[in-house]
């Protein structure tokens, strides 16, 4: 099995955006995308991660402005149950464009909503663009509560961006507090779900992205199928990102090639395991 | 893509047979058939006749056929249903089970009976409990997108080419499993319970949440909870799940599947 899954073209990409930027995660590529095919009529809404009553815990809804759009920039990190909306985009709001962002699973469970659309009235035709991003895991609400106020020491209200990257879990808060956590420390609040994910860069996005591969403040972007490319091209074309080639940015694929390796090797020992769990007794293989 | 261009041109030769057989339903699922509108005419002048159907068709005994599409469970004190679905095990290749009452009991599961004019009748049972089925399409109703692609993979599976047979049985596999595992016609939301969220495989997408028709599950702090007494037991969230079955190669052609399909329906 390829880890990075049936890709057209791969670079390394940055919003020209500075609106968006302001508060992206990285390059500000699923937020900069959606405006654009939001104002060019490819899609007509979108389901995204937005802010709700909580700090810091996401809440999926349906955008069909830019202003909505802007919203859920940045990374949350929490699980955020974006296809509970997607139903609710094409029957309540009544989009016929529907696009999506989510992590691997998400896509996943897109792609399976548009095959196997057992519960999914009105929803498979109408999806039109997917863009996933890079996970290796993400944590329930009340793990990354835990990781931030009882191990970073901060409160979640203070929390202005939380990363992932290079073997570290950041906490950065409003005042310009920093703190640091080694991933060792976060791992036994990952969701157990993530376990058996065999997925890393979504490889049934139209466009997967993610940080891992580019430089600070840059994103590496595959696009996949023939509606990415389509879409990516016009976005491109209409200046809405600048691009390096991905052979010439620092750490590179083979950085994306470690991470993905890295998570579908760990994940399929977990999968493989559960077939020898108890004594004779196998916990359900979800893939057979 | 080739493969699924093909059979386009090649296709209309040898149309299957199809009938639509009602138990104990609501004929919803026929409705949701029907809800693919131009489409449904596209699949019975290029690929099915349809010979069986209540209204639909002139025919009075169960013919021979080659696909037969059950709605609705069955009830056990009713002889001439009892009769009627050994009937169409008999007479058909592929008996593919049609919604949540077909599939796993849904509504019916509630009724005890003391019903004019035929109070005795009480207890109703999915179809699998009865006859062998092939095929589950579960929800309440299925979708017509669902019911669509199904029989379009079920005639490729019949008819098509050594490929298109191949893929429809990766398309066709994780529903017959279905039909013939131990949950798949006791599926309720306490499957999904049961063997999602308890095996350490729910990561809280949503989908099942999304595809509930009565809205009984919600997502709470990212996790699916359900209101039970809500629960029709159509089985829609279970089978929705990415996490009940997922076959990536499969998934990987999804483009190539949804355009074959969106071809096919021209």
């Known amino acids: 099995m390829n880890v990075l899954g049936k890709y057209k073209s791969v670079v390394s990409a940055r919003s020209t955006d500075k609106e968006i930027l302001k508060a992206s995660q990285d390059g500000g590529i699923v937020t900069s995308l959606f405006a654009y095919a939001l104002e060019q009529g490819i899609i007509d809404g979108a389901v995204l991660a937005g802010p709700s009553s909580r700090p810091w815990q996401p809440q999926p809804f349906v955008a069909t402005t830019r202003a909505e759009l802007l919203k859920a920039r940045g990374t949350k990190y929490n699980i955020c149950p974006q296809i509970s909306m997607l139903k609710e985009a094409t029957r309540s709001y009544g989009l016929d464009k529907v696009g999506i962002v989510g992590v691997p699973c998400q896509i996943q469970a897109t792609r399976k909503a548009q095959l196997y659309p057992i519960g999914m009235r009105d929803v498979p035709d109408k999806i039109a663009l997917v863009v996933g991003i890079y996970c290796m895991e993400v944590f329930p609400y009340k793990g990354m509560q835990l990781i931030v106020e009882d191990h970073a020491g901060q409160k979640l209200q203070s929390v202005k961006k939380m990363e992932i990257g290079k073997g570290k879990f950041t906490v950065i808060t409003e005042r310009g507090n920093v703190t640091q956590l080694p991933l060792k420390v976060t791992h036994k609040y990952e969701q157990p779900g993530c376990h058996v994910c065999l997925d890393y860069v979504a490889n049934t996005a139209d466009v997967s992205t993610g940080s891992v591969g580019s430089p600070d403040g840059w994103s590496t972007v595959f696009v996949r199928s023939r509606i990415g490319e389509d879409v990516w091209g016009k976005a491109m074309a209409a200046g809405c990102f600048e691009t390096k080639p991905i052979d010439q940015v620092k750490p590179g694929l083979e950085m994306v090639t470690k991470l993905a390796t890295e998570k579908i090797t760990k994940n399929q020992k977990t999968v493989d395991e559960r077939a020898h769990f108890g004594v004779g007794k196998a916990l359900r293989n979800p893939y057979i | ?266």
């Open chain 2, 1 to 266: 893509m080739e493969i699924f261009t093909e059979h386009v041109n090649g296709i209309m030769i040898h149309k299957i047979t199809i009938g639509h057989i009602h138990e104990s339903g609501c004929t919803g699922c026929l409705a949701a058939l029907m809800d693919n509108y131009q489409g449904i005419f596209t699949i019975l002048d290029k690929y099915a006749d349809l010979v069986y159907g209540l209204t639909l068709v002139d025919v009075r005994k169960i013919p021979k056929m080659d696909v037969a599409l059950i709605e609705g469970s069955v009830c056990i004190q009713d002889k001439l249903a009892t009769d009627e679905v050994r009937e169409v095990r008999d007479k058909s290749s592929v008996v593919i089970a049609i919604g949540g009452c077909a599939c796993s009991g849904n509504i019916t599961r509630f009724d005890r009976g003391g019903q004019q004019n035929q109070p005795q009748h009480e207890s109703f049972v999915p179809v699998s409990d009865l006859i062998d089925v092939d095929i589950f399409v579960p929800a309440c109703a299925p979708t017509p997108e669902a019911l669509r692609n199904v029989c379009v993979m079920t005639y490729l599976l019949l008819r098509g080419n050594d490929e298109q047979k191949a893929l429809a049985g990766m398309y066709l596999k994780p529903l017959m499993d279905l039909a013939r595992s131990p949950y798949g016609s006791k599926a309720s939301f306490n499957t999904l319970m049961q063997e999602v969220i308890n095996l350490g495989l729910c990561m809280g997408c949503g989908s099942c949440a999304a595809a509930c028709p009565v809205r009984a599950i919600t997502m709470e702090y990212g996790k699916p909870q359900g209101l039970r007494d809500l629960c029709v037991n159509c089985g829609a969230c279970f089978s929705q799940c990415p996490r009940s079955f997922f076959d990536h190669e499969l998934m990987e052609h999804h483009e190539q599947i949804m355009g074959m399909l969106k071809a096919v329906m021209q």
